[in-house]
């Protein structure tokens, strides 16, 4: 089946520590995204992608960041400079950037012991 | 800016009660517009979307009309079940945009 995985489904991150979540798409889609989920509230861009090799920061960018080596893959490393970075983060994917439908993976939960 | 509005939650109804939750945005140009739904603990999942004015988006017995005029993507649905409750986003994409523009959920819980 095609579609958007994620993991881990939940993460537990030290303080100093830097964390990375995972995100693959079999959709040969050409477009990926990272958004943040806080309690209460919609969704924000943190980068997103639109071609191997390329990406650019959303509204939300400082703390983070991704690479995009592959097509099907835009993990999201969440540093140690990222000073509230207890949510919900939720990767997307489209055919084409700006043009098409985002579909999204299951999520992972990123809490802070 | 580009900004969208739903109404406040929770919302709880009854099973087969009619629902409408209100969305409105503020946009340049004519956005796409859309619904997803997010169930517990999973991500989100497009519902229906409308791409121009006057489209009608419609999927699993949920519509919303794309009103141009009062710039608003009001979902409704006829009939609610148990297995609906969750929580609904509308999103807005200007054309050629990366990026959706959320508006903050509704959480819709539909009792027996």
């Known amino acids: 089946d095609g579609g958007i995985t994620q993991s881990p489904k939940y993460l537990f991150r030290k303080e100093g520590q830097n964390v990375t979540l995972s995100c693959e798409q079999n959709?040969?889609?050409?477009?990926m995204y990272w958004y943040r989920q806080d309690p209460g509230q919609g969704l924000r861009l943190i980068y997103y992608s639109q071609i191997v090799n390329d990406f650019q920061k959303g509204d939300i960018a400082e703390g983070y960041s991704v690479s995009r080596e592959k097509k099907e893959s835009f993990p999201l490393t969440v540093t140690s400079a990222q000073k509230n970075p207890t949510a919900f983060y939720l990767c997307a994917s489209s055919v084409l950037a700006g043009q098409e439908t985002q579909y999204f993976g299951p999520g992972t939960r990123l809490l802070v012991l | 800016g580009n900004s969208v509005t739903q109404m406040e939650g929770p919302v709880t109804l009854s099973e087969e009660a009619f629902l409408t939750i209100n969305c409105t945005y503020t946009?340049?140009?004519?956005?796409?517009l859309f619904w997803y739904v997010q169930y517990p603990g999973e991500g989100l999942q497009l519902l229906l979307k409308a791409t121009k004015a006057d489209d009608k988006g419609s999927n699993k017995g949920f519509e919303a009309t794309y009103r141009k005029e009062t710039t608003s993507f009001h979902l409704e649905k006829g009939s609610v079940q148990v297995s609906d409750s969750a929580v609904y986003f509308c999103?807005?994409?200007?054309?050629?945009?990366?990026?959706?523009?959320f508006g903050q959920g509704t959480r819709l819980t539909i009792n027996p």
């Open positions: 999103a807005l994409r200007r054309k050629g945009a990366q990026k959706l523009v």
């Open positions: 959709l040969n889609h050409d477009a």
């Open positions: 946009a340049t140009g004519y956005p796409s």
